[in-house]
């Protein structure tokens, strides 16, 4: 049911963004019978628009628009003007993710008491425990459909060739906890097929098996004509009225006409770029340091997590490119162990990349026998990529450019980003333990390569149980602005070493139910 809402109607929740917090949110807020408006800055693809290519999906789906890679990490030389690799279209970067769901482990909730204090990070607890979002991440593996969980039921990917490779490095290390909890479906679920292991996961799944909001939560919110989703509407600011209440929002449409929005609530889920830049950008002389930022940390504690990749070429073939994008996850190093040298863990994700993106990543911007000697044993590959926890430090954030301007006449994002100390160390067991297990099966040759382009990112709109030390309560809920709402990664407090997109989907399930309540309360 196509539905439309008028400019004017202020009764409506206003969502910024599409996909997995924005999406769900959606989903869940209209099953309550409350009324969204969805506004996406890219375009609505369909699946009939995937094509299992790297570089075309990277250029039809990736958020594009101009930023600035600044700070100390390599990013400054290696991907300038691309610090982030997220998409700009309706399901977000729930196309293009890799399907891995992991939960935080309790101890990463709760960083400022198990760490301590340390020097150059900025370290705060959750106003939220693992307890209490515990229920909540059964309902989101429930809700994506999430392999080998007992919420799902569906039973665990079956191990391709790469898989196994991994494993058998993996258990001669001692490794135990190999897992692979992965939102793609292995039998038919929630109206979607079963993974045909083509392997372009992070492309857009072409048959719909990997859980996506633009194809499961975006239209299951619009069936129940309480949703209307408007894309390539890119949202300038957010108006608020002089008891310091949101009021609406103001977005150009594709023509880059402008149009306002009235709402009852509104709730950002840009992502953890574009969320602060929009709450910066709706500066007024209320809010002269942006909208919500009494507390000066809108766009600070920047976190990406600690990533590192490596490729080892082994003595027999692979073809790591066959099968399910991630081949498997060993998480023995999650458990925080500062004898290691660093506080926090990681895990180690076999992921495969295909021909182009292995030659991109692997030397950027060079060539040479180096590169072309491995290149000739591509299908001799397996590959892994540290996903580790990334301290917050206040300094790492997003700020506005004093001077360049966007197409819609805003400035530019800068991505400001310097390596802590312990992140740094954390990098280097983390490829060691790799090369490890790749000698253990016999590999000739290990190449480590630089991080690409942050997938995860989070924090920059932080929650804190004191209003001085962050943006957001434990409801996502903005302190400075009772009816403003942030529903997407920015509102981490730590990164913890999981991918991110379980935690988003839990806590915007959690958040819908809070909102829904709320009205019925007429406390929003």
């Not at 408006?37 to 094509?51: N, Y």
């Not at 059964?138 to 919420?151: F, N, Q, S, W, Y």
């Not at 149980?465 to 920015?490: E, I, Y």
């Amino acid at each position: 049911m196509d539905k439309k809402f008028a400019l004017d109607d202020d009764s409506v929740v206003v969502i910024i963004g599409s996909g997995a917090g924005g999406g769900t949110l959606a989903d869940e807020l209209t099953r309550q019978g409350v009324d969204v408006v969805i506004l996406e800055a890219g375009k609505h693809h369909t699946q009939e628009d995937f094509e299992n290519d790297e570089w075309a999906m990277f250029s039809k789906i990736s958020w594009l628009d101009k930023r600035i890679s600044a700070g100390g990490w390599h990013h400054t030389q290696t991907y300038p003007n691309l610090p982030a690799w997220i998409v700009k279209g309706v399901g977000g970067s729930t196309m293009h993710w890799s399907g891995v769901a992991l939960r935080f482990t309790p101890h990463e909730f709760r960083i400022k008491s198990t760490y301590g204090d340390i020097a150059g990070a900025n370290l705060l607890d959750w106003p939220v425990s693992y307890a209490e979002l515990e229920p909540y991440y059964e309902r989101a593996e429930r809700k994506m459909g999430v392999a080998g969980t007992k919420a799902s039921g569906l039973p665990p990917m079956p191990p391709s060739n790469h898989t196994k490779v991994i494993e058998a490095g993996a258990r001669k290390l001692g490794y135990k906890e190999i897992v692979r909890p992965v939102a793609s479906n292995t039998q038919p679920y929630d109206g979607r097929p079963a993974c045909q292991q083509i392997g372009f996961c992070m492309q857009g799944c072409k048959i719909g098996a990997k859980w996506s909001t633009l194809y499961s939560e975006i239209p299951r919110a619009m069936k129940t004509g309480h949703a209307e989703l408007r894309p390539q509407s890119m949202v300038l600011r957010v108006e608020h009225d002089k008891r310091g209440r949101a009021t609406g929002v103001l977005y150009a449409d594709k023509d880059g006409r402008q149009h306002l929005q009235k709402a009852r609530v509104v709730c950002i889920a840009g992502n953890s770029i574009e969320s602060p830049r929009l709450l910066l950008n709706s500066a007024s002389s209320m809010f002269p340091d942006g909208l919500a930022n009494s507390s000066g940390q809108v766009g600070r504690n920047y976190m990406n997590h600690t990533t590192a990749a490596a490729l080892t070429i082994n003595k027999g073939p692979v073809y790591m490119y066959r099968g399910f994008d991630i081949a498997t996850v060993i998480s023995d190093e999650v458990a925080n162990r500062p004898e290691r040298g660093f506080v926090g863990g990681y895990h180690l994700e076999g992921l495969a990349l295909h021909l182009p993106f292995t030659a991109a990543f692997m030397k950027p911007g060079g060539w040479g026998r180096e590169v072309t000697s491995a290149l000739e044993q591509y299908d001799h590959m397996s590959c892994v990529w540290v996903c580790g926890e990334d301290l917050p430090q206040e300094e790492n954030g997003i700020t506005l450019h004093p001077t360049e301007r966007d197409q819609h006449g805003l400035p530019i994002p800068i991505v400001t980003k310097t390596d802590h100390t312990n992140d740094a160390a954390m990098r280097r067991h983390g490829l060691g333990q790799w090369r490890k297990l790749s000698e253990a099966v016999g590999a000739t040759r290990v190449i480590d390569m630089p991080p690409y382009p942050a997938s995860h990112n989070m924090g920059t709109n932080r929650m804190s149980a004191k209003p001085r030390d962050g943006v957001l309560n434990k409801w996502g809920q903005t302190h400075d602005v009772k009816n403003l709402f942030v529903s997407d990664g920015s509102q981490f407090t730590s990164s913890g070493a999981a991918n991110p997109t379980l935690t988003i989907v839990a806590l915007a399930i959690r958040q819908a139910e809070y909102i829904a309540g709320a009205m019925k309360r007429r406390e929003l």
